[in-house]
């Protein structure tokens, strides 16, 4: 195995591949950087370059992206409020408050390392142990599925923040959003409308940029004097401890850091759940483990940036564990990868360690050196980015509004993205103007779906015999877990409204 | 007594109910013989937004919640005046041509922002459109349009 | 300068609007070209529609970009392809079920076979019906002593033409069977691999894992390259299959010409280098039909379906 890799890094590390590993994370990086752009895009826009060049420098090509454009969406959260996918909403809630209070620098070094981290340990494990966490990851069925979808909504209650029922309401909303669509069971459409574009369901992207992104260019545009005003407290500090990561954050981060690698590896191999459900949950242990929960949206945390983060950039490389030994996507980027790929000749699958096995060493190789050369390029590249925050609002504003725009329209199936992305950012701004939290939304959308089919697929599997529930100690853990965590969220709740009276 | 809370439970209590009674019904198949009825979660959801909402309406009458800012006047206009620039933009887009809406889109949100350096109204907006012609048609190759 | 040259592009796109209301068909085709493709990028269909793509543009000498519309089983891109206009800037590259089959499965569906014209047919999928390798049964003889045996049995459904086929095949038979919903050919290989489900229909993606499944059945009406030995459906006397190649087809009243040109270069395309390997991977295999086959095809197959589905008594919804 460590002959292989070796020889692997051998042939991986040629000046021409790496140069497009380099080129890669580059690439990603910055369209990740930018607001409402994301991991999905990124690579998806990629893929006919991949067309022209070697299979190897190829594929390392397209990881280096997904490597480069997840890490990179933390710049936009932090610096702008303005995540560039639903995976990265976490990190705008804790590390937004940190660039207002003049700590930007360092919540975005601290993004980086804990991406850096996330994905590297990530990345040793796929290359590790990809067949037997396959096998184990098939043993995760639509029964174990519900339970630990039902666990990760339990956290809409624990993200609600101030309103208990105002969290709620946004999190049905979003699960009703989710049902938008065809419906798998009986192929009949619900809230379509006639119109053959709602087929598919409300498209994710759109509707992330238009909540997330456009609806906080909304309230900044209509709120610019005192944005101008922070503008200033944007630029930094002055204090040389706000622009470094100190041994304290360190030691606040190290436990969220370590959790949220390990959610996010999770959630990564198991197919059928994103990248989002491994950040949210994340995000959401980090805040649980606090001693002061509600100071992340209000103050801003590191450990929140950190859990988030590690988390999300987890999920990539895990997420080939199912791409690589079953061929199964466990994520989005996965799913687009398998058609590059399949164009360099490469299916996805079984058969690729037998028939490909030089090819994989080299693509491992080629996994190991883009987390490095992200620390580089990340590194650099946020100083980059810190400068352009500097400029006037008016430019950084019709830039991102542009973007927003061109983002929903290559992703949302053309001019109807743009409607869906104009609806929802307006129903984001009414959302965050009272107080309803689109994160909780967010959660709801992202989960609904897979939550209903795998619920389907459950009560036709353990239809006549219910006993059958028995076999699956996975998922009774997990609703263990979940009424646990209904009953503390309902016992907080109480000591928290007895103590306001 | 928390009036914004109070407009929002309103709001969202005649929401559900049309959901439930209206919307759910006409939009969905309710009795299909499959093992969930396609309407049972939205109607879930539905049922739960309606008495989340009768909720907040009873604790803003009692003054019991911290009460939401509502929006103020230059945030409204902010939010009309994004929408009408998005809307105005794929009118452009669809009946002239994507590079004057995008050249649109971005100089209106400066020009409403004050924005009134005539240089940086010109650059702007002519360098994204450039630069996104350039990363997708010269360096990656495909077409977007 | 860019930036003038962009300008000068947006001059003369404003003036080609303009003047395309002249008629004027001189060489096609004179800009780049358009493959509608019904599903989202990434699937089967998708990605040997890029690769045809690709040597469809060497062959007629200009780009062919691809646009994923997915949606409605196809019924998205079917439907904005309609309201086209047939001057050959956008063809259409998809399953033939969207348009033989799903108008009977769904009501109001918004087009029919009759609003394309076809110019040829491309490549064939390879459904059959499949089990898990560790079933206690081989082949379909066994698979229906064990499900007689054991009523209840458990049956993934990716689409509701899987439901149909085993709804038919169980009415005849006698069985009792709960169908398991699920989206697509990974989650079809996800329930069979994690030993969830009995039996699952299969749209061709189960060759990709070779003794990880049980064929027992294919649904094409002849038998497959793949496997031999395996019966199809028409065999067995259930009169049902599932032929559907991938159609090559343009909005109605398309110039003879175009089509012509367009089959022609499909043709060399199907045929190339790149296109072999690719249908050897997916096991798609490719087998062009000209245009007179492809109409005559796309009619006959209609009927079949229509017949059948009567036959089965679905409802469209």
């Known amino acids: 195995m460590m002959d292989e890799l070796v020889a692997g890094f051998g042939a991986a590390l040629t000046f021409y591949n790496v140069a497009f590993i380099f080129m890669g994370v580059a690439i990603g990086y910055l369209v990740g950087a930018l607001p409402g752009l994301g991991k999905g895009t990124a690579t998806a826009v990629a893929i006919p370059i991949t067309f022209y060049i070697e299979p190897l420098a190829a594929i390392a090509f397209l990881i280096g992206i997904s490597k480069g454009s997840t890490a990179g969406s933390a710049v936009s959260a932090i610096l702008m409020n303005t995540p560039g996918e639903p995976s990265s909403a976490p990190t705008a809630m804790a590390g937004y408050p940190l660039a207002r209070a003049g700590k930007a620098q360092k919540a975005l070094k601290m993004g980086l390392y804990a991406s850096v981290i996330g994905d590297f340990v990530s990345t040793c494990v796929l290359i590790l142990s990809a067949q037997s966490l396959a096998d184990y990851a098939l043993g995760i069925g639509p029964i174990e599925l519900v339970a630990i979808l039902a666990f990760s909504l339990t956290f809409i209650a624990a993200l609600s923040g101030k309103s208990l029922v105002k969290g709620l309401i946004a999190g049905l909303f979003g699960i009703l959003c989710s049902t938008v669509g065809t419906e798998i069971e009986t192929s009949t459409e619900r809230f379509t409308f006639g119109s ?293 969220i309902l016992r907080r709740k109480k000591i928290s409204t007895e103590s306001a009276t | 007594m928390p009036k914004a809370d109070l407009i929002a439970g309103v709001v969202l209590m005649v929401s559900g109910l049309a959901l439930l009674f209206f919307i759910i019904p006409a939009q969905t198949e309710q009795d299909t013989g499959a093992a969930v009825p396609p309407d049972m979660l939205p109607q879930i959801c539905a049922l739960g937004i309606t008495l989340l909402a009768a909720v907040l309406t009873l604790n803003a009458l009692r003054g019991k919640t911290p009460d939401a800012k509502p929006p103020k006047a230059s945030e409204w206009r902010a939010m009309v005046a994004v929408v009408v620039i998005i809307l105005a933009g794929a009118a452009l887009f669809q009946y002239i041509h994507p590079i004057v809406a995008g050249l649109f889109v971005t100089l209106a949100t400066m020009l409403y922002m004050d924005e009134r350096r005539w240089h940086l109204l010109l650059a702007l907006p002519a360098a994204l459109v450039v630069i996104v012609y350039l990363l997708f048609y010269e360096f990656l190759g495909t077409a977007i349009l | 300068m860019k930036f003038l040259k962009t300008l000068g592009v947006a001059a003369s796109a404003v003036a080609a609007v303009a003047l395309s209301a002249l008629p004027a068909q001189a060489e096609w085709p004179e800009g780049p070209i358009t493959m509608l493709i019904g599903y989202k990028a990434g699937g089967g269909t998708d990605t040997k529609g890029r690769v045809l793509a690709k040597e469809l543009g060497k062959e007629l000498g200009v780009p062919v970009k691809v646009l994923n519309k997915p949606g409605g089983g196809q019924a998205a891109s079917l439907n904005w392809f309609k309201e086209q206009k047939p001057d050959g800037k956008v063809f259409f590259f998809g399953a033939s079920t969207g348009l033989t089959l799903n108008p009977f499965l769904k009501k109001d569906i918004g087009y029919s076979k009759d609003d394309f014209d076809y110019a040829a047919l491309v490549t064939e999928f390879q459904p059959a019906l499949v089990a898990p390798a560790s079933a206690p049964f081989d082949d379909w003889k066994g698979f229906l002593a064990h499900a007689k045996a054991n009523p209840g049995l458990k049956y993934a459904a990716l689409s509701p033409f899987a439901r149909i086929i085993m709804e038919l095949i169980s ?126 095809f796309i009619e006959e197959s209609t009927a079949a379906n229509k017949a059948m589905i009567e036959a089965s008594g679905y409802e469209a919804k």
């Open chain 3, 171 to 296: 009415e005849k038979e006698g069985l009792t069977v709960d169908y398991i919903p699920t989206k697509g050919g990974a989650g079809m290989v996800q329930l069979v691999l994690g030993n969830q489900v009995d039996a699952a229909y299969s749209g061709g993606i189960h060759s990709r894992y070779p003794g990880k499944f049980k064929t027992l059945a294919v649904v094409t009406s002849k038998r497959q390259a793949h496997f031999a030995d395996v019966p199809s459906l028409m065999e067995l006397g259930y009169g049902l299959n599932g032929d559907a190649p991938t159609v090559v087809a343009f909005p109605k009243g398309i110039d003879r010409a175009i089509i012509d040109r367009l089959a022609a270069a499909m043709k060399v395309a199907a045929a190339s280098k790149d296109m072999a390997k690719i249908s050897k991977k997916i096991m798609m295999p490719v087998n062009f039909v000209g245009t007179e086959g492809a109409v005559k």
């Open chain 1, 196 to 488: 053959f574009d709602l087929y598919e369901g409300l498209p994710l992207i759109p509707v992330a940029i238009g909540m997330l992104a456009m609806s906080e260019m909304m309230v900044q545009i209509g709120d610019r004097r005192r944005l101008e005003a922070e503008t200033d407290l944007l630029r930094g500090s002055g204090k040389p401890e706000d622009a470094y990561v100190t041994w304290e954050d360190w030691k606040k981060s190290f436990k969220a850091i370590i959790r949220g690698t390990g959610i996010g590896i999770f959630i990564g191999v198991l197919p059928g759940l994103g990248a989002s459900t491994g950040s949210f949950l994340s995000y959401g242990m980090a805040r649980r483990a606090s001693k002061d929960p509600d100071s992340f949206e209000r103050d801003g945390a590191i450990e929140g940036v950190a859990a988030t983060e590690s988390a999300d950039n987890a999920v990539v490389p895990a997420s080939f564990v199912p791409l690589f030994a079953l061929g199964i996507p466990g994520s989005v980027i996965a799913a687009i990868l398998i058609g590059a790929f399949v164009i360099q000749g490469v299916t996805p699958g079984p058969l690729m360690f037998l028939e490909q096995a030089e090819l994989m060493q080299g693509i491992y190789a080629s996994m190991l050196a883009a987390s490095l050369i992200l620390l580089f390029i990340g590194y650099f590249g946020q100083n980059m980015f810190a400068r352009i925050i500097k400029l006037s609002p008016s430019l950084v504003l019709s830039t991102v509004v542009f973007l927003c725009c061109l983002g929903s329209y290559l992703q949302g199936g053309g001019m109807f993205g743009l409607y869906i992305m104009a609806i929802f950012a307006v129903i984001g701004f009414f959302a965050r103007k009272y107080d309803f939290g689109f994160v909780t939304f967010l959660i709801g959308f992202v989960i609904g779906d897979g939550f209903e089919l795998a619920l389907r697929q459950s009560i036709g599997l353990l239809k006549g015999t219910p006993e059958a529930m028995l076999d699956h100690p996975v998922a009774i853990v997990f609703w263990v877990l979940t009424i646990v965590g209904v009953l503390a």
